[in-house]
Structures are given as structure tokens and as C-alpha cells.
């Protein structure tokens, strides 16, 4: 049964994936025009589109959260997770996905600044656990965990570059600014470079669990795995 609703949301997280990507070409005139007719806000865009269209246009704008959102329940399935876990992984996401649009005040050059400085002191916490951790791993986990390092790096520099993208440099969240000093250019270059850090932080951090998934299959300590189906209903 469990895999059976598994493969079910896993396919439904799959079509949502599918439709935020190839959904903007059908979107995007649609949007481009409202924004022409003055439909910035969902007031405006009552006024300038079809209900229709909205709900289209909302569709797509949720599309990928709920993409990830279904593949993610969809995966719990797949492993041992006792239902209350489980529950509190999907209200949670569906709450985090019910507000992720919600309007929010810009946030001050000194929010900012504390968030960055958390973020720096946690990035700091990360590696000295992880080297303390790499202390004490098999060798046959020791390559996943630097690719996992690697990972860390990428995430930690597309986290930085955010700093002179959305401020200082080309002032993005300033648009005004930008224009007026002619920084489209340099801003799209640290967007450009935003995308290259994620990619490699996603592809070492693939790496990392790919390799710490082989070294576990051919570990003579390996145990049966933990899946559902060498899971009775005892243990939930």
C-alpha cells in the first residue's frame, strides 16, 4: 500500500515539476500583458484577466514548490517513518507553501546584517562538525563526506552573493539605484554566477548522498535496509 501511494506522489510531484517549467510558456504572455494593463496585484489582475486565467497563473506560480512538496512526501513513503513524522513533515511543508507568496515588508539593511551574521556563525558550525565528524566516519564514507564539503563551499558562496546582488554593488532591491548607475549589466553577472554556485552546491551534495549510498550497499557491515516493505505495521 505505501508503495502504491508513493508511486502516486511521486508522479503528481513529477507533473507539478513539469508544469512550472514548460507552464511558463503559457503563462508568461498572458502575464506580461496584465502587468501592461496595470494587474500587478491580485486586485489589478481581477480587473484585467478572466478568473480562468488566474487560477492558470496560480497553478503555475505553485507549481514547483508543490512539485518538490509531493516528491518529498512521496519519498517518505518509500523508508521508515512512523505516520506522526510523517504528518508533521506534510502540514509543515503545506504551511510553509500557503504563506510562501504572502506579501512581506523589505526587509532593513540591519535585518540583513543579522541574518547574515547567523548564517556566517552557522556556515562556521557546519564545517568544524563535519570535521569532527570526518574523524570518525569508515573510509568507505569519507569521499561522500567531501563531497558533501564541496557542497557546503557552493551553498555558502551563492549565500554570499546574494549580498552584493540584492545590495551593495548593483542594488537589485533598489531597482531605482541600479538604472540610475547603469548596473544591469554587473547584476546579471552575479545572478549569472548565483546560478553557477547552486548547481555545484546541488551536484556535490547528489554526489555526496550517491556515494554514501554505494559505500553503505557494498559495506560488509550492511544490514537489511530500512524500507517499507521490511517494515511491519508493529513499528508505526
Known sequence: MNKKISTLLLTLGVLFLLNAILGRYIVLPGYLAGLE??????????????AWEIIRYLL?????????YFFIIGATF?????????WVVAVAGLVYIA????????????????AGAVMTLLMIFVVLWW???????????KTASDYRLAGYFFFGMATYT?????????????????????LQ???ASFAFHLLIELLLGWVFTSLSLRQENESLVTSPERQVPDTAENWSLDHE
Open 185 to 187: 549589466v554587473e547584476a
Open 162 to 182: 546574494l549580498c552584493p546582488l540584492l545590495g551593495v554593488k548593483t542594488f537589485a532591491l533598489s531597482p531605482e539605484k541600479m538604472i540610475q548607475f547603469g
Open 37 to 50: 494593463q496595470g494587474a500587478a496585484t491580485l486586485e489589478g489582475a481581477s480587473q484585467a484577466a478572466s
Open 60 to 68: 503555475w506560480a505553485y507549481s514547483f514548490k508543490l512539485g518538490i
Open 131 to 141: 570535521a569532527n565528524g570526518r574523524s570518525h566516519l569508515p573510509p568507505s564514507q
Open 78 to 86: 518509500r523508508t521508515v517513518m512512523s505516520s506522526s513524522r510523517r
Open 99 to 114: 504563506f510562501a507568496y504572502i506579501p512581506l515588508p523589505v526587509p532593513t539593511s540591519l535585518v540583513f546584517g543579522i
